[in-house]
């Protein structure tokens, strides 16, 4: 299959891909605006930081599957994938141990002011005087939004640094909770009031879009620390500057509203950069450790479509459907399914899944079918009577 990589990604994911007999055309220059013109005969699309568009996917006439090599797939237009019947699937939990090194270095980097020390060391001035000033981070509270995988592995960390972590998460429970040894909160806004410093960990949803907002911002403690090194919209950036300009309460960022689509750019908001204490260019998943774990599962995703037709991890299928399963027990013979769709296509019923299984021997096998609507007495008898059928049922 003819499979395109359009980020830099490990030369180790390149030979495998190529291993398993994809053709790999790797083009880690390509932009939002010239990834549609390289799509035309490409069937898998390989993705980091590169946003695929609508129109991009509809350039692409023969893809079948977008792999985002990482964790959340915000940057891809799911809705027309969707559309066009194209799975798309991502890498979640590989870049776990990344983000959070990084979380508690932006941490660290913003409590010391190592980046303003460096610039002026490089300056040729020695301000010890003013950088021996520091808050320090030991007894301190670090509150977590977003407590999911990367988010529960920066609580490890800090409490490894003898912080105290409290912490809110849609799923969190008080029980849960105290079996990770974190103090439970009951909405962000209690971790707003309580914390001395914050991390964001959460996805991006309608639900979480802009949910770090001017009232999160207002409660939270005067000189306290802001970390988010997940999705820059899960911050209302307007309201977020704001606050930085009032000196109130600090931040350190990872991610940013309006981000370049390539790894090399003009970085525009220089109002934001002045206004913050650390600060990285999206580079939480960059390491070498975290690279070679999405390459594997990239490859991984990529062998199992190639021999199944279904990738792992895929984020677009429906979850769980809402139709009448019909359950057809068959003598293993050509053209008996095509005589059971024949009948349900009289009524005027789609399929909306369908799956064969042959049983050992291959005499004899079973169809399991979701239908969008429910059969008549008749037609189900229909098809039971139908030749080389041996029962038909509604589950």
Known sequence: MKTLVAD????KMISDLKSLGCEVVLNPDLSAESLPAALADVEILIVRSTKVSAEAIAAGSSLSLIIRAGAGTNTIDIKTASEKGIYVANCPGKNTDAVAELAIGLLIAADRRIADALIDLRAGKWRKKEYGKARGLKDRTLGIVGLGHIGSAVAKRAQAMGMNVVAWSRSLTPEKAKSLGVGFCASPDAVAEQADAISLHLALSKETRGIINSNFLGLMKKGALLVNTA?????DSAALKEALRSGRIRAALDVFENEPSSGEADFIDQEMASLLSA?????????DQAEEAIAEETVRIAKTF??????????????????VRCIIRHYNRVGV???VLHELRSEGINI???ENTIFEGELAACCSLVLDQKPSEALLKRIACGEHVI???LK
Do not use: F, Y
């Open 306 to 323: 190639m021999a199944t037709g279904k990738p792992p991890n895929a984020v677009n299928p429906r979850k769980l459907h809402t139709g």
């Open 231 to 235: 999705r820059s919209e899960v911050v």
């Open 352 to 354: 909306e899944e369908m």
């Open 279 to 287: 600060a990285t260019p999206h580079i939480g998943a960059s390491t």
């Open 8 to 11: 830099k990604v490990s030369a």
């Open 391 to 393: 029962q038909a049922m």
């Open 337 to 339: 399914l095509a005589n």
